[in-house]
């Protein structure tokens, strides 16, 4: 006997087949009387140019800038894991490169250095910030008419130059804006240091149909950030061995004490002086006593007032041909303040340096010079008995 069942199922299935048959051959009919109401996109091809390059390439654009709050491209540059961190000679806004550079706003790709980076804006090379080099100085650069920035980070020696090994930073201006905009911000750290004022004003135009015009003018200020007032750098600290803690504090300051250091041919010890006279006595140098806490006078953030102009003009002269001029002005007001920096010299010397003549950092005046205080020309005769004190120099750092 057979059950009803599977018929059932067997005539609901050819019946729901049907249905769906029916449905689907009415759909293109009722789809053409009705029209859409709305379409919602949840991605999309926009060309970008990080997809279209052959290599990769990074795109920062204006709105990062708001969301991070900075008003220099070097500063952006810096949160990026392309870039090495602050410290260091080639990003120098910060007095642990010495004073001669200090100041200077440079970005460091991959860890090679500022002058292994091209930079360009709008495609065309910018000028190096110092005289005797090529890597440029972004407090030169205004940000507020910038639409983005691109960063090839795969290396482009090939196209730019020995000069491109590191990559590409091509600075990219907004050039169809029309209007005025004024903007401005202010900023400061929890430890109410680091202020950083700024403001900038942006007028843009069209003009005799096939002409376009923007100015752009830009203010702003970077405080103060010293390191006595971070823990990071408030001590001087030596890490020697990478498989043993670092030496801070004390023991880590330098060996050039603000009273001086003296060494006497002879004599296995240093000395120095405490308060404003030797005494009667010679006083050897204890580094952890003497020494030069050097890290608490260097700055992290260098006080910078950055003034910046920038006008652009494009005219359409015909099909394929386009006239444009750039001026861009900048000018950066830099207060540092730097460790004091004793008398040197690459003098060679026997007792300073490593051996007898190595070049050590050293400065040397005759032992018989009335400058040499009586308690260290003693000590020196006590020690050299038979020597000519003429012909005999004390070291000092």
Known sequence: MLSRKPVA?????VLLGGAVTA????????????SIQEV???GSRIARPNLEGTTPVLAIGQQDFAALGMENIADVAAALPQFSPAF??????????????SGLNQVNLRN?????TVVLVNGRRMIGGQATSTSVDF???????????????GGAAAIYGADAVAGVINVITDKDFSGVELGASYGVTADEDNENPSAHLRIGGDFAESGHG????QYDKQGRVSCADRFICEEDFFWGDPNVAPLRGPTAYSGVGANGRFFLPGVADSFTRRGDSFGGTLIPFDVT?????RAADRDIAIPTERVLFMAELDYDLGENVNAFVEVNYGQAEIESEFEGHPFQSQQAGSLVGGGPGVPGLQASIPMNSPFVPAVLFDAWCAANPTANPATAEIIWW
Do not use: K, M, W
Not at 23 to 34: K, R
Not at 214 to 217: P, Y
């Open 9 to 13: 199922r067997a005539v609901r299935a």
């Open 112 to 116: 090679l250095t500022g002058i292994r």
């Open 23 to 34: 449905v689907a051959t009415t759909l293109p009919a009722q789809a053409a009387e009705e």
């Open 289 to 293: 006593v003497d020494g030069y806490n």
């Open 88 to 101: 260091g000679a080639s990003r120098t806004q910060s007095t642990f490169s010495g004073a001669a550079v």
């Open 214 to 217: 923007q100015l752009t003018v």
């Open 139 to 153: 407090n030169t650069i205004p940000t507020a008419n910038i639409d983005r920035i691109e960063v090839l980070t």
């Open 40 to 42: 919602i996109v949840t």
